[in-house]
């Protein structure tokens, strides 16, 4: 039986569901990816549980629908993988200060639309879309579509950025626009290490 990796080891720091799905594979800010935290439906699963998309009940429910029928598991992978690609495309277009891709516009135009097709309107405090209804096998991607949609249409796209140390993406919500870093734990530490040493070297030539 395929089982959940752990997802848990990649940080949510992308500041929107959509920006952390595409954050799933991680690698240098330029070139290939070089991992990937989703190696299965078990995993696109667990890591919407982990980033708030799906609750535990809805989680235990897809996993046996999953069992029950292992090859539309595989073909909801899939197109999750496929949003992923077309997601990534845009925000680093957008990071880059370009304009994305007419096909990848279309691309989400279609997932929205999917994606409000099997979902309801509800009222909590205020009106916003629910899955609670949604028991198919592509429920875990549907959140992640409207949550791209809505920062493109109603959110900051021209705060997104990538990191300057890895290839992850986030919504800059610093006042003055500064933040550079996916996280000053990881590529903002190792920045300042990597000064730090630099510096000890220029001193010591000297």
Excluded at 25 to 42: E, F, N
Excluded at 139 to 160: F, Y
């Amino acid at each position: 039986m395929e089982t959940a990796g752990d997802v848990t080891r990649m940080r949510l720091v992308g500041g929107n569901l959509a920006v952390d799905f595409v954050n799933t594979r991680t690698g240098p800010p330029v070139g290939a990816p070089d991992d990937d935290v989703l190696t299965g439906y078990p995993d696109l699963v667990a890591w919407s549980v982990y980033a708030g998309a799906l609750t535990e009940a809805e989680a235990a429910a897809l996993r046996r629908l999953a069992r029950d029928d292992p090859q539309g598991a595989q073909v909801a992978f899939a197109r999750s993988l496929r949003t992923r690609d077309h997601l990534d495309a845009t925000f680093r277009a957008l990071a880059a200060g370009r304009s994305p891709s007419r096909s990848a516009l279309t691309r989400l135009r279609d997932d929205e639309a999917d994606a409000l097709g099997h979902a309801r309107l509800d009222r909590v405090g205020r009106f916003e879309w629910s899955w609670r209804d949604d028991h198919t096998l592509a429920r875990p991607i549907r959140p992640v579509v409207h949550a791209a949609v809505q920062l493109l249409t109603a959110g900051t796209p021209d705060r997104i950025k990538g990191c300057g140390g890895c290839r992850s993406v986030f919504v800059d919500e610093s006042k003055n626009r500064s933040r550079r870093w996916c996280s000053m734990d990881d590529c903002g530490t190792t920045e300042k290490i990597r000064r730090y040493v630099a510096a000890r070297r220029t001193r010591a030539a000297r």
